[in-house]
């Protein structure tokens, strides 16, 4: 791409960066990245970000922003156009998908697209296996995820005539299973009821607990203002913002320009900043901020 390229497709919103992470288990890495499908379309531009172990990163953006383009990237099922994305070091243009399954597990937004075995045992054995992992190890874990993701009763399910949330909680079992240090989820609240959408995010948040750094891409900012810590906005193949979750949620003028728009208790949050309560990103948060505001003009007067 020419500079002359990047000159007329810039947008007016300018990008912020983060400062390099320190190297180690979990740690990605995206410089200069630049993807297009077909000549004249650049899905994403210039793309610079670094994502530190142990983080719980949201993606946002409307429809076309890049945000699945970027995932497929960074699991290696897309090579830059130009640039490299490197994985725990590992430079994808060089690797094979498979072996970079062993770092980095990508959670699809349908889970139909990803289920295909017989029953819930062989769906999270199928991947184990694929590692050339010995029998008894394969039985070990298979046991031990079976269990960790309370999934014993339905070992012998078959996996697509479970429900929507069970579906997609055994996607994540079976990538988990493999121990990656790095997991993907692309929209894995669509299409589910607010229980289901709770239970996954909750296990995503247990997860990412345990060590493992989580990128979750979604279009519902109020799991992105309840879970995440640290937010990025793509627009037109573009990062036009980074930074912390609270910083993203109260720049409304961004979000509209993405054709997004802050969670409510949000906006209610911002109507009364000049109380001088700091800003709330949910409902509890907003409860007991005004408590405390509260309870200080009573000891007040």
Request: hydrophobic share 50%.
């Amino acid at each position: 791409m020419t500079t002359g390229d990047r000159a007329t497709e810039a947008p007016a919103l300018v990008a912020s960066t983060e400062p390099p992470a320190a190297a180690g288990a979990g740690a990605l890495r995206v410089e200069g990245v630049s993807f297009r499908y077909r000549r004249d379309a650049w899905a994403l531009r210039d793309v610079d970000l670094t994502f530190a172990p142990g983080e719980l990163t949201a993606i946002i953006g409307n429809n076309g922003s890049g945000k699945s383009t970027l995932m497929k990237l960074l699991v290696g099922l897309l090579k830059p156009t130009q640039g490299r994305v490197l994985v725990d070091g590992v430079d994808t243009r060089g690797a094979r998908v498979s072996a970079l399954a062993r770092r980095v597990g990508f959670i699809f937004q349908n889970p139909n697209d990803q289920l295909f075995a017989n029953t819930v045992a062989e769906e999270i054995a199928f991947g184990l296996r694929n590692l050339g992992l010995a029998a008894d190890e394969v039985a070990a874990r298979l046991e031990a995820t079976l269990a960790q993701f309370q999934l014993q009763d339905l070992r012998d399910v078959f996996p697509r005539f479970l429900a929507r949330g069970d579906k997609q909680k055994v996607c994540i079992a079976s990538i988990v299973a493999m121990r990656p240090r790095i997991l993907l989820l692309d929209e894995p609240t669509t299409g589910q009821d607010h229980r289901d959408s709770q239970a996954i995010l909750e296990l995503a948040a247990r997860l990412n607990a345990e060590g493992i750094t989580i990128l979750l891409v979604t279009h519902d900012l109020i799991n992105v203002a309840a879970y995440s810590r640290r937010t990025i906005v793509l627009r037109d193949g573009l990062v036009v913002r980074d930074g912390t979750t609270a910083a993203v949620m109260s720049d409304a003028d961004l979000l509209a320009a993405c054709s997004l728009a802050p969670p409510q208790i949000v906006r209610l949050a911002a109507r009364v900043a000049d109380l001088g309560l700091p800003l709330a990103l949910s409902v509890d948060q907003m409860v007991a901020q005004t408590r405390g505001w509260l309870a200080r003009r009573g000891a007040a007067t």
